[in-house]
Protein backbone atom coordinates (compact mmCIF):
# COMPACT_ATOMS: atom_id res chain seq x y z
CA UNK A 1 0.00 0.00 0.00
CA UNK A 2 1.11 3.74 -0.65
CA UNK A 3 2.26 4.69 2.30
CA UNK A 4 4.57 7.74 4.34
CA UNK A 5 7.11 5.90 6.41
CA UNK A 6 8.66 7.81 9.74
CA UNK A 7 11.26 5.27 11.65
CA UNK A 8 11.83 7.03 14.56
CA UNK A 9 8.62 6.65 17.30
CA UNK A 10 10.24 8.76 19.83
CA UNK A 11 13.82 10.28 20.07
CA UNK A 12 15.50 11.47 23.06
CA UNK A 13 18.10 13.83 22.96
CA UNK A 14 20.39 16.07 24.67
CA UNK A 15 20.42 20.46 24.17
CA UNK A 16 22.85 21.24 21.51
CA UNK A 17 22.92 17.21 19.94
CA UNK A 18 22.17 16.93 16.51
CA UNK A 19 18.82 16.12 15.20
CA UNK A 20 17.59 13.76 12.00
CA UNK A 21 14.32 12.78 11.35
CA UNK A 22 13.87 10.19 8.37
CA UNK A 23 11.14 9.91 6.58
CA UNK A 24 10.18 8.23 3.48
CA UNK A 25 7.23 7.29 0.59
CA UNK A 26 6.30 5.10 -1.21
CA UNK A 27 4.30 7.45 -3.93
CA UNK A 28 5.29 7.63 -7.64
CA UNK A 29 5.14 10.55 -9.78
CA UNK A 30 5.67 14.08 -8.47
CA UNK A 31 4.82 14.76 -5.10
CA UNK A 32 5.31 17.78 -2.49
CA UNK A 33 6.72 17.14 0.12
CA UNK A 34 5.82 18.85 4.17
CA UNK A 35 7.14 18.62 7.61
CA UNK A 36 4.69 20.08 10.13
CA UNK A 37 5.44 20.50 13.75
CA UNK A 38 3.21 20.01 17.09
CA UNK A 39 4.42 21.64 20.24
CA UNK A 40 2.53 20.46 23.65
CA UNK A 41 -1.05 21.52 23.48
CA UNK A 42 -0.58 23.59 20.07
CA UNK A 43 -1.82 22.85 16.83
CA UNK A 44 -0.17 21.54 13.80
CA UNK A 45 2.30 23.93 12.16
CA UNK A 46 3.80 23.97 9.16
CA UNK A 47 7.66 23.97 9.26
CA UNK A 48 8.39 23.76 6.03
CA UNK A 49 7.67 22.67 2.92
CA UNK A 50 9.19 21.33 -1.15
CA UNK A 51 7.54 22.02 -4.06
CA UNK A 52 10.68 21.65 -6.47
CA UNK A 53 14.21 23.47 -7.11
CA UNK A 54 16.80 23.06 -4.66
CA UNK A 55 16.57 19.71 -2.66
CA UNK A 56 17.86 20.94 0.08
CA UNK A 57 15.34 23.23 1.82
CA UNK A 58 15.29 25.41 4.79
CA UNK A 59 12.40 26.36 7.18
CA UNK A 60 11.83 28.20 10.66
CA UNK A 61 13.67 27.79 13.88
CA UNK A 62 17.20 26.05 11.74
CA UNK A 63 14.97 23.11 10.56
CA UNK A 64 16.21 22.11 7.34
CA UNK A 65 15.33 18.94 4.87
CA UNK A 66 16.97 17.38 2.09
CA UNK A 67 14.63 15.87 -0.82
CA UNK A 68 16.08 12.77 -2.19
CA UNK A 69 14.17 11.49 -5.24
CA UNK A 70 16.43 8.18 -5.91
CA UNK A 71 15.47 7.41 -2.16
CA UNK A 72 12.10 8.44 -2.09
CA UNK A 73 12.75 10.56 1.20
CA UNK A 74 12.51 13.77 2.69
CA UNK A 75 14.88 13.72 6.04
CA UNK A 76 13.95 16.53 8.52
CA UNK A 77 17.41 18.33 10.29
CA UNK A 78 18.43 20.20 12.74
CA UNK A 79 22.28 21.01 13.45
CA UNK A 80 21.87 21.51 17.15
CA UNK A 81 18.14 21.41 18.98
CA UNK A 82 16.88 23.19 21.67
CA UNK A 83 14.78 21.95 24.83
CA UNK A 84 12.00 24.08 22.94
CA UNK A 85 12.20 21.93 20.31
CA UNK A 86 10.44 18.85 21.91
CA UNK A 87 7.35 18.48 20.26
CA UNK A 88 5.81 15.92 17.32
CA UNK A 89 7.01 15.88 14.32
CA UNK A 90 4.75 14.55 11.04
CA UNK A 91 5.71 14.06 7.50
CA UNK A 92 3.65 14.65 4.81
CA UNK A 93 3.39 14.06 1.21
CA UNK A 94 0.79 15.40 -1.48
CA UNK A 95 1.08 13.08 -4.10
CA UNK A 96 -0.20 14.90 -7.36
CA UNK A 97 -1.62 11.66 -9.21
CA UNK A 98 -3.70 10.99 -6.39
CA UNK A 99 -6.72 13.56 -5.31
CA UNK A 100 -5.65 17.06 -3.33
CA UNK A 101 -5.20 15.19 0.22
CA UNK A 102 -2.04 15.04 2.43
CA UNK A 103 -0.89 11.75 3.62
CA UNK A 104 0.61 12.21 6.93
CA UNK A 105 3.59 9.90 8.38
CA UNK A 106 2.57 8.45 12.03
CA UNK A 107 4.85 11.12 13.66
CA UNK A 108 8.21 11.31 15.82
CA UNK A 109 7.99 12.65 18.95
CA UNK A 110 11.15 14.35 19.82
CA UNK A 111 11.94 14.97 23.38
CA UNK A 112 14.97 17.51 24.40
CA UNK A 113 16.61 17.12 27.61
CA UNK A 114 17.39 20.47 29.01
CA UNK B 1 -9.81 35.17 13.95
CA UNK B 2 -6.87 34.76 12.33
CA UNK B 3 -6.70 30.85 12.53
CA UNK B 4 -9.18 27.78 11.86
CA UNK B 5 -11.33 27.20 14.67
CA UNK B 6 -12.94 24.32 15.72
CA UNK B 7 -15.99 23.89 18.06
CA UNK B 8 -16.07 22.09 20.40
CA UNK B 9 -12.57 21.13 21.80
CA UNK B 10 -13.77 18.79 23.25
CA UNK B 11 -16.77 16.10 22.78
CA UNK B 12 -17.83 13.17 24.43
CA UNK B 13 -20.50 10.89 23.06
CA UNK B 14 -22.32 8.07 24.27
CA UNK B 15 -22.09 5.11 21.44
CA UNK B 16 -25.20 5.39 19.09
CA UNK B 17 -25.19 9.34 19.67
CA UNK B 18 -25.16 11.90 16.61
CA UNK B 19 -22.84 14.28 16.47
CA UNK B 20 -21.64 17.24 14.76
CA UNK B 21 -18.63 19.26 14.68
CA UNK B 22 -17.80 22.48 13.16
CA UNK B 23 -14.83 24.44 11.40
CA UNK B 24 -14.42 28.06 10.66
CA UNK B 25 -11.90 28.14 8.36
CA UNK B 26 -9.54 31.24 8.05
CA UNK B 27 -11.42 33.98 5.61
CA UNK B 28 -11.00 34.11 2.45
CA UNK B 29 -9.94 30.22 2.06
CA UNK B 30 -10.87 28.59 -0.86
CA UNK B 31 -10.28 25.19 0.27
CA UNK B 32 -11.65 22.92 3.55
CA UNK B 33 -9.89 19.58 4.51
CA UNK B 34 -11.53 17.43 7.35
CA UNK B 35 -8.69 14.80 9.06
CA UNK B 36 -9.16 11.95 11.39
CA UNK B 37 -5.97 11.32 13.50
CA UNK B 38 -6.65 8.12 16.26
CA UNK B 39 -3.95 7.79 19.00
CA UNK B 40 -0.56 7.50 18.62
CA UNK B 41 -1.05 8.20 14.51
CA UNK B 42 -0.47 10.90 12.17
CA UNK B 43 -3.62 12.55 10.57
CA UNK B 44 -5.36 10.50 8.32
CA UNK B 45 -7.43 12.55 5.03
CA UNK B 46 -11.33 12.21 5.28
CA UNK B 47 -12.25 14.33 2.72
CA UNK B 48 -12.05 17.95 0.73
CA UNK B 49 -14.31 20.89 -0.10
CA UNK B 50 -13.08 23.32 -2.67
CA UNK B 51 -15.54 26.32 -2.02
CA UNK B 52 -19.08 24.70 -1.37
CA UNK B 53 -18.42 21.85 -3.44
CA UNK B 54 -17.45 18.39 -1.94
CA UNK B 55 -14.49 17.35 -4.73
CA UNK B 56 -13.86 14.46 -2.56
CA UNK B 57 -14.89 12.38 0.12
CA UNK B 58 -13.14 8.79 -0.46
CA UNK B 59 -11.55 9.04 3.46
CA UNK B 60 -14.72 9.02 4.80
CA UNK B 61 -14.79 6.03 7.21
CA UNK B 62 -18.48 4.58 6.29
CA UNK B 63 -21.65 6.22 5.71
CA UNK B 64 -22.22 7.53 9.07
CA UNK B 65 -19.76 10.08 8.77
CA UNK B 66 -21.03 12.89 6.27
CA UNK B 67 -19.91 16.95 5.84
CA UNK B 68 -20.62 20.01 4.45
CA UNK B 69 -20.55 23.21 3.59
CA UNK B 70 -23.49 24.87 2.08
CA UNK B 71 -21.89 28.44 1.37
CA UNK B 72 -18.30 27.57 1.14
CA UNK B 73 -16.85 28.75 4.22
CA UNK B 74 -18.27 27.35 7.97
CA UNK B 75 -18.20 23.64 7.66
CA UNK B 76 -19.55 20.67 10.21
CA UNK B 77 -18.96 17.10 9.91
CA UNK B 78 -20.97 14.94 11.55
CA UNK B 79 -20.86 11.27 13.07
CA UNK B 80 -24.53 9.27 12.77
CA UNK B 81 -24.67 6.38 14.95
CA UNK B 82 -21.07 6.88 16.88
CA UNK B 83 -18.98 4.18 17.48
CA UNK B 84 -16.12 3.15 19.69
CA UNK B 85 -13.39 3.06 17.28
CA UNK B 86 -14.67 6.79 16.06
CA UNK B 87 -12.69 7.65 19.19
CA UNK B 88 -10.33 9.87 17.57
CA UNK B 89 -9.31 13.86 17.32
CA UNK B 90 -10.60 15.46 14.32
CA UNK B 91 -8.23 18.01 12.31
CA UNK B 92 -9.89 20.83 10.01
CA UNK B 93 -7.04 22.73 7.47
CA UNK B 94 -7.56 25.18 5.15
CA UNK B 95 -5.77 26.44 2.54
CA UNK B 96 -6.13 30.00 0.23
CA UNK B 97 -5.57 28.31 -3.09
CA UNK B 98 -8.25 25.69 -4.45
CA UNK B 99 -7.25 23.13 -7.51
CA UNK B 100 -4.93 19.46 -7.03
CA UNK B 101 -1.56 21.25 -7.27
CA UNK B 102 -1.03 21.37 -3.67
CA UNK B 103 1.28 23.99 -3.67
CA UNK B 104 -0.18 25.72 -1.22
CA UNK B 105 -0.38 25.57 2.73
CA UNK B 106 -2.73 23.94 4.70
CA UNK B 107 -3.69 25.77 8.12
CA UNK B 108 -4.68 23.55 10.86
CA UNK B 109 -6.72 23.95 13.22
CA UNK B 110 -6.99 22.42 17.05
CA UNK B 111 -9.09 19.82 16.37
CA UNK B 112 -11.85 18.58 18.43
CA UNK B 113 -11.05 15.68 20.61
CA UNK B 114 -14.13 13.08 19.94
CA UNK B 115 -14.30 10.36 22.97
CA UNK B 116 -17.06 7.50 22.26
CA UNK B 117 -18.36 5.56 25.12
Known amino acids: AQSVSQHNHHVILSEAASLELGCNYSYGGTVNLFWYVQYPGQHLQLLLKYFSGDPLVKGIKGFEAEFIKSKFSFNLRKPSVQWSDTAEYFC????????????FGAGTRLTVKP | GAGVSQSPRYKVAKRGQDVALRCDPI?????LFWYQQALGQGPEFLTYFQNEAQLDKSGLPSDRFFAERPEGSVSTLKIQRTQQEDSAVYLCASSFIGGTSGRNEQFFGPGTRLTVL
Open chain 1, 92 to 103: AVNPLLYNNDMR
Open chain 2, 27 to 31: SGHVS
